[in-house]
């Protein structure tokens, strides 16, 4: 490592792309934007977003048995927008975060159904990948970026996610007793302002990892830039009981576009983690990635790692300026 190199806290794999269209069992534009989980048996499955040529998105589940390589793609679409019974999902379904419930004995897929008033929130409910319960729009639009926790808090169910407010494009946390009526609307993780890596927009990236102290938070944030967005990974730590509040918030980004693959593509300089799986010593994450809106990549970290980071992070900081603004 060079002096002014910083330690990586995400390595990607040699393997990456480790999916793209060219993959594809049938005619798509882009594969990217992947929710991932881990099937009973081991099985990683990832509910990937494809792109189709008319511009509209679906999702298709792929699956592999060391989530690397020999993928097993549906030879159809998995989930298709249903206009007709969902209006909300007109033009498409984009970037599903998977959750599993172990209340319910089944997979929440928490995803953008976009239509004519914009991105909004919408949810469903798989036990298999095969067939889905759909609770239809659980957030109006315009929301984005969503996850359930797998969890109850306080008796209740807990949603993050990213609506956009006069405040601007930050992150809330909502709760609902029964997945279909939501209140208790809190700010939680604010985009920072100015010169900031996170300045313009921030959104949930994959589901939150719980960890003893608190809960892990990979959250992408957006720089607009005179040649476009820049979309980098950050981390924040929430707290357990109640998940507004934020324990820790690292300054600097912690993965960000690097490669060929990630700078060019449909929508250049964009890494866009939908979902994780967790190695089996229980701190090993596999993130699995969005690159340039055009292909899948995974990277792999360490929990302890980026807990460790934090830490330190928050205890460089120092000066109050640096803290993100507490407009709520
Ligand atoms: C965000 C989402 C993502 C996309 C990203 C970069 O707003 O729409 O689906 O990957 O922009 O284009």
Not at 85 to 96: A, K, Q, S, T
């Amino acid at each position: 490592m060079t002096a002014n190199a910083r330690a990586a806290l995400f390595r990607r794999s040699h393997a990456n792309p480790i999916l793209t269209a060219a993959d594809w069992p049938y005619p798509v534009h882009t594969v990217f934007n992947a929710g991932a989980t881990r099937l009973r048996d081991g099985t990683t499955l990832l509910l990937c977003r494809v792109e189709d040529h008319r511009g509209h998105s679906h999702l298709c589940a792929a699956r592999s048995a060391n989530g690397i390589d020999d993928w097993r793609i549906d030879e159809s679409p998995t989930l298709l927008p249903d206009a007709e019974g969902f209006p909300e999902e007109l033009w498409g379904i984009e970037d599903p975060r998977i959750t599993f419930v172990e209340e319910l004995g089944r997979y929440a897929i928490a995803y953008t159904a976009f239509s004519k008033g914009g991105p909004g929130v919408a949810l469903c409910l798989t036990e298999d990948f095969r067939s889905f319960e759909r609770f239809g729009l659980v957030m109006q639009p315009d929301d984005k970026d969503a996850a359930l926790f797998p969890r109850r808090i306080h008796g209740e169910f807990a949603l993050i996610h990213r609506p956009m407010t006069d405040l601007g494009a930050h992150i809330w946390v909502s709760f609902s007793p029964d997945l279909r009526n939501w209140g208790g609307h809190r700010l939680v993780l604010p985009a920072r302002k100015g010169a900031w890596w996170d300045a313009n927009k921030v959104g949930l990236s994959p589901p939150l990892i719980e960890t003893p102290g608190g809960w892990l938070m990979l959250y992408h944030g957006v720089r607009h830039t005179a040649s476009g967005s820049l979309y980098r990974l950050g981390a924040a730590l929430l707290a357990l009981d109640s998940p507004e509040a934020v324990i820790a918030r690292g300054d600097e980004w912690i993965f960000g576009p690097e490669t060929d693959y990630e700078c060019r593509g449909d929508v250049p300089n964009v890494v866009f983690p939908c979902g994780y799986t967790m190695g089996d010593d229980g701190d090993t994450i596999h993130l699995y990635y969005g690159a340039a809106d055009t292909c899948i990549g995974l990277a792999t970290g360490s929990v302890r790692a980026i807990l460790g980071w934090l830490a330190h992070a928050d205890a460089r900081r120092g000066h109050p300026s640096n803290r993100p603004p507490p407009d709520r």
